[in-house]
């Protein structure tokens, strides 16, 4: 599929513990360049049409103040949208599965030049909205794992040509040896941004143990 090694390397990841309007709140970030320019990564991810290319089909209407839902996955309402302008793009949606109070997702896009964009995706969660005892288990690896997943994908898709990979094809590559290395890579690296954050080693690295080991079906 591809070089896992230069894909979890091409990403940078952060998880800080912080105040977001007045709320404390576990901030995760992901950052990659891609080579395509500003205005085609925009419409990758905000197309109905090009997102199931690279991530999952979705539905609903896709605007401002809309709502959509991705197929067995997450939903939620479009809080912002702001098309390239300057070099800049950018939206902001919540995300949930109907069950508790959803997270924020915001995407920054900032174009590096003519043929390259850096894409950054920041979830939000609020401490209290998480249930007691899921973050002590599985850290962030439990949702850096998905996420990591999705910027694959797009990697893969901007890599790859217009065709991309269906969904189907990734989580069947997933489950080969090659997928689950790139899960343990994905989950140690977000270990190590848990330590950063001031966790304990023994905690973030078991936290990323067990969500890969809920991964691949163990």
């Not at 990403?11 to 309007?21: C, F, H, W």
């Not at 901030?27 to 360049?33: E, R, S, Y």
């Not at 991810?45 to 089909?57: D, G, K, M």
């Not at 997928?179 to 936290?207: C, M, T, Y």
Request: charged share 20%; proline share 5%; with cysteine.
């Amino acid at each position: 599929m591809m070089d896992v090694n230069a894909q979890l390397k091409a990403v940078a990841r952060g998880i800080e513990t912080k105040e977001v309007d007045g709320v404390r709140s576990f901030v995760q970030t992901l950052a990659q360049t891609y080579p395509s320019s500003i205005d085609d990564v925009w419409d990758a991810v905000t197309s109905a049409e090009r997102i199931p290319r690279w991530f999952l089909p979705v539905s609903g209407d896709l605007r401002l103040g809309g709502h959509y839902q991705f197929e067995g996955n997450a939903g939620g309402e479009i809080r912002s949208c702001a098309p390239p302008s300057a070099g800049s793009a950018g939206y902001s949606v919540t995300w949930g599965n109907g069950m508790g109070e959803p997270a924020i997702v915001n995407v920054r896009l900032t174009a590096v030049d003519a043929s390259s964009t850096r894409f950054e995706l920041e979830n939000v969660a609020a401490v209290d909205a998480i249930p007691e005892g899921f973050w002590e288990q599985f850290g962030p690896s439990a949702t850096g794992l998905g996420w990591d997943s999705g910027l694959l994908g797009l990697a893969s898709y901007f890599g790859g040509g217009e065709g991309g990979i269906s969904p189907e094809e990734g989580q069947a590559w997933l489950a080969t040896d090659e997928g689950k290395s790139f899960l343990r890579g994905s989950a140690d690296a977000w270990a190590a941004a848990h330590i950063q954050d001031g966790a304990a080693p023994e905690v973030a690295n078991a936290g990323a143990t067990t969500t890969y080991n809920m991964y691949i079906g163990m």
